[in-house]
Nanobody, 123 residues
Framework: QEQLVESGGGLVQAGGSLRLSCVAS????????MGWYRQAPGKEREFVAA????????YYANSVKGRFTISRDNPKNTVSLQMNSLQPGDTASYHC????????????????WGQGTQVTVSS
């Protein structure tokens, strides 16, 4: 059974940093795009970042470009999100996800996703 489990969320002051990690299990996802989306209370899901199957191509939402960095480790079946210069507007539940390709990931057409880890940024 495929499963994605996120970790690394928490409470941080504005301007701080967090690193989110996601461990995938059940099968290898080395041929799939992986990424992150977030959802704040009362709001729709929002694409955050995507990375191609081999890590060669990355995409970011305009709101996080230059502050967040996505990476993956295929032998370990993991994907990470380094978040710097966090702002209160980044407060949300962050979910890692798997999709067939980065186009589908950016459109949030997802095949698998995790339960999420909460990130709260105080001002």
């Amino acid at each position: 059974q495929e499963q994605l489990v996120e970790s690394g969320g928490g409470l941080v002051q504005a301007g701080g940093s967090l690193r989110l990690s996601c461990v995938a299990s059940g099968r290898t996802f080395s041929k799939d795009a992986m990424g992150w989306y977030r959802q704040a209370p009362g709001k729709e899901r929002e694409f955050v970042a995507a990375i191609s199957y081999n890590g060669g191509i990355t995409y970011y939402a305009n709101s996080v470009k230059g502050r967040f960095t996505i990476s993956r480790d295929n032998p370990k079946n993991t994907v990470s999100l380094q978040m710097n210069s966090l702002q209160p507007g980044d407060t949300a539940s962050y979910h890692c996800a798997v999709s067939r390709d980065t186009v589908r990931m950016r459109g949030l057409q997802l095949d698998y996703w995790g339960q999420g880890t909460q990130v709260t940024v105080s001002s």
